[in-house]
Structure formats: structure tokens, C-alpha cells
């Protein structure tokens, strides 16, 4: 996916993140921290089913990349910890306050890098609707809260 600016508004919080020189980051990412550096959620190794992805992605979720690094770049990265982000999700409808998480590709075998579902708990969450989608929908605004920075939602 390319670079997408997903913010709409709210505080961001930004930290500077480290990341490896290996690591590709586009702008609009959902990122986690793994050790030192911050990777998109795509380079999360498969955990066996969507649950566990999710659960492990929240856990070390550092928050949405404001920068992109490319391949070969050393640079560290800025990185929102909070705020108000669009979202693709998969057709429907969503209610204020319900849990999001990253979700999973076709092949259940990744987390998606821009993209978000609804979970079933806390410990699958990446944020929480900001705004009532009434009719089935495939975007969605997501008040998000870093684990790392915040303590998660």
C-alpha cells in the first residue's frame, strides 16, 4: 500500500521511533515496536490465527506512522501514539466506543498494514470507533491508544 495520511484530528502524541534500515514504512501504517525499532504490522511473524495476531500486534502497538522509511533509509521516524485515524475496514457497521484491531489478510497468515476490524476484547484492540457508521461501511474512524506509550485503550 502507499503512503496514506490517515489523520484526521485529535493530539498525536508523536514519538521518534528507531527503525532498521531492512524496514519499509509507508506514511498511514500501524506499527509495533519489536525490541528497539519500529516495524509495520505486516512484518509481524503469523501467530496461527487472526486472534493471536491481533493480540500480539496490540500488545507492542506503537501507533500509526506519521513518516515513511524506505528501504536502505536510518532514519528514525515519527510515529502517532494517539488520535483520531481513517481506516479501510471490511464493510459495516460500527457503534462509538467498539474495540478495533488490526486485521488479518485473505490468507490469514499477516496483519494488514492499514487496515482494521472489529475484536471482541481489550487485549485485541488498537482503539475505538470515533464516529457511528449507521450505514455499512468501509472506512472507519479509529481513536487510537498506543500499548507502548499509553497503556492501550
Given amino acids: 500500500m502507499s503512503d496514506k495520511m490517515r489523520w484526521r484530528y485529535g493530539d498525536t502524541n508523536p514519538v ?9 514504512i509507508e506514511i498511514g501504517d500501524l506499527v509495533y515496536q519489536d525490541t528497539d525499532d519500529a516495524k509495520p504490522a505486516s512484518a509481524q ?7 493471536a495476531n491481533q493480540q ?24 502517532a501514539t494517539t488520535g483520531v485515524f481513517e481506516f479501510e475496514c471490511p464493510s459495516a ?4 466506543g467498539e474495540l478495533m484491531g488490526a486485521d488479518e489478510n485473505a490468507a490469514g497468515n499477516a496483519i494488514l498494514n492499514q ?9 485485541y484492540a488498537v482503539g475505538r470507533v470515533a464516529r457511528r ?5 468501509t472506512t472507519v ?3 487510537i491508544r498506543s500499548t507502548v506509550m499509553t497503556g492501550g485503550v
Avoid: I
Avoid at 62 to 68: E, F, I, Y
Avoid at 133 to 137: K, L, P, R
Fill in 45 to 51: 511473524a503469523d501467530q496461527g490465527s487472526e486472534t
Fill in 93 to 96: 457497521t460500527f457503534e462509538l
Fill in 115 to 123: 487496515q482494521v476490524d472489529a475484536v471482541g476484547a481489550n487485549a
Fill in 56 to 79: 500480539l500486534f496490540a500488545t507492542h502497538f506503537l501507533g500509526v506512522a506519521m513518516q515513511r522509511s524506505r528501504e536502505g533509509d536510518t532514519s528514525p521516524v515519527r510515529v
Fill in 133 to 137: 457508521v449507521g450505514d455499512a461501511a
Fill in 16 to 24: 521518534v521511533a528507531a527503525v532498521d534500515s531492512s524496514t519499509v
Fill in 141 to 143: 474512524l479509529v481513536d
